[in-house]
């Protein structure tokens, strides 16, 4: 099953579980009966699938989008599953950032992947164009892509559990991270010529305020 493929925890009992990206709500599912009682699926689509799927095991679904506002409000999961979602989004780096801040203990990543590049980080555009079976994805990221962007976005402990071959060059793959510190120089960086990344001139004294010295001082005299 995915669920093993995936190396997801066999036990779940106390632990609350997010899938990003739910579809159908089969991997919700699947957390209800590995025992967790906090399940959440979110996703911008419904279907009758994922009804059914709500009423039979009980667990929350919010339909919303994973880049608006109301998400950064569903607080932290100890485990976080993101399934097929990164290749589609057109900023891949921006959706593991939102990751970062939702998960607690765990991110399970499957994604599609390119062996194009070795050990040059690089992530191939496919845009959906002609030759493309599935036109809603775009993004083919290498394995050392992936892990220094979910380096940057604030994680660690990244491993790879799980890889297929589909076709020559590409594949799809599995791994897991877990949350880091966040390296926020890497979000928004300075230029130290120009600003300080401690902030600010920490070394001289900043001169007084004028009128901060006793009445008469010639201190107080802002021309000075």
Known sequence: SRWERYRLPVELAGRSFLDVGCWEGVHCADAVRHGSEDVVGVDVCTSDGLIAN???????????????EHFEGLGSFDVVLCSGMLPSVASPAALLRRLRGVTGELLVLETTTTTHGGELPMMLFQGGGEGTSDKSTWWAPNRACLVQMLEATGFEGISVVWEDERREGFGRACVHAVPGTVDRRRIQPRKPKQMSVAGGN????????PGRFPKGDPRNDPQR
């Open 54 to 68: 709500v009423e039979r095991y009980g667990f929350e679904f919010l339909q919303m989008d994973v880049f608006g």
């Open 202 to 209: 920490r070394t001289e004294k900043p001169k007084p305020a």
